[in-house]
């Protein structure tokens, strides 16, 4: 008899994920079905990076020559916003313990990260074109 597939947290997550980003409508709306979902799987996290997308704490900056894409998220407590890789890494420190460390939960994004997704595809955080050497900058203060 052969095992079931059953889809793994991640894959789920980012497969809602890449239906948000393939909307097309203008302005991208999200459907109360995939907002669902998206509750279902991410609960308090969705809220919170619902409530940073609404402040207006997104920033996408972009380097000019490279083209490679980092995000600053404001944190809720902290002086310096957070440095975001969507899909890899956020310098905040839920994201060491709950995503990387899965200390008692089992968070598949932190919500600087999905925010920072959410806002993407949504397109309400502006975009900002820097040299790739302030990006570097960038980079090496976070």
Do not use: W
């Not at 203008?26 to 990076?49: M, V």
């Amino acid at each position: 008899m052969q095992a079931a597939y059953v889809p793994s947290i991640i894959s789920i997550a980012e497969t809602l994920l890449s239906e948000l980003e393939a909307i097309e409508e203008q302005p991208p709306q999200i459907t109360s079905d995939l907002l669902i979902k998206l509750h279902h799987l991410f609960d308090k996290n969705l809220e919170r990076a619902l409530q940073i997308i609404d402040k207006g704490d997104v920033k996408c900056y972009v380097a000019e020559k490279s083209g490679r894409t980092v995000y600053q998220v404001k944190g809720k407590t902290a002086a310096e916003p957070y440095t975001v890789f969507p899909l890899d890494y956020c310098s905040c420190h839920a994201f060491l313990y709950d995503v990387v460390g899965h200390g008692g939960s089992e968070q598949v994004l932190c919500k600087h990260q999905l925010a920072a997704r959410i806002a993407s595809a949504l397109r309400r955080c502006p975009t900002i074109v820097v040299p790739d050497t302030a990006l570097v900058q960038l980079l090496l203060t976070a």
